[in-house]
């Protein structure tokens, strides 16, 4: 959950992810019929969610680091945003609500490791150094406790016994742990359907560079 990401910025985060690459505000006129003008890219920027380019114009965006974390979760408000969203229109209420669902959507399907695009090329790195990068692109630091629902988000085009299988032998490196989540009120489904079985033991979070 992002405090200062409002229902107008997580769509725009959702379409730099879309478009995953740098995209200028005359594209997004085109392509959708909107413009990430200022203050709006200034917060996003502030906030280390996109990275623009303002030396010229049209201004350039791209979805940052930080921005990939927060949509390889479920959206969320803020206490601060929840309390702005009771004052928004039914039909702004509807429209977060969708936008929302749809996200939960993907991730879901993700997590359950169903085909994604045929054309989609094919990553040349090892599962392991992938897995590693994914890792590296949802944590804080390293040893930070990752949920395995944002690791396979990331890696949606390998098949689930593929991945389970490299997560696994990641077990093998001295500086990777696999454990259950102990507060187990706070599975959900996701995360239950995203859960490595390890010696008769369902694993739900990850973390490397522990030493």
């Given amino acids: 959950m992002s405090d200062d990401l409002a229902p ?11 478009e ?4 200028s505000n005359t594209e997004l006129n085109e392509l959708y019929g909107v413009r990430l003008l200022s203050p709006a890219y200034e917060r996003l920027n502030a906030g280390g969610y996109v990275v623009s380019r303002t030396d010229r114009r049209p201004y350039r965006h791209s979805l940052a680091d930080k921005g990939v974390r927060v949509l390889a979760r479920p959206l969320a408000l803020g206490e601060e945003q929840t309390e702005a ?5 039914g039909k702004e209420k509807q ?11 993907n991730l879901d399907l ?20 992938r897995i590693r990068a994914a890792y590296g692109q949802v944590a804080d630091g390293p040893g930070d406790w990752v949920s395995l629902t944002e690791i396979r988000a990331l890696l949606a085009d390998v098949a689930k016994a593929d991945l389970d299988k490299a997560l696994e032998q990641l077990l093998d490196a001295p ?13 959900g489904q996701r995360e239950r359907d995203a859960s490595l079985q390890v010696g008769g033991e369902e694993r739900h979070k990850l973390a490397i560079g522990l030493r």
Avoid at 8 to 18: H, S
Avoid at 98 to 105: Q, Y
């Fill in 8 to 18: 107008a910025d997580y769509a725009i985060l959702l379409l730099l992810k879309i």
């Fill in 20 to 23: 995953d690459r740098e995209i």
């Fill in 85 to 89: 969203a009771e004052r928004r229109s």
């Fill in 95 to 105: 429209l977060w609500a969708a936008l929302a669902a749809v996200h939960r959507e």
């Fill in 110 to 129: 993700r997590a359950a490791g169903k085909p994604g695009d045929d054309t989609r090329s094919q990553d040349p790195r090892g599962l392991d150094e």
């Fill in 175 to 187: 500086d990777v742990r696999l454990e259950p989540e102990v507060n187990r009120h706070r599975l």
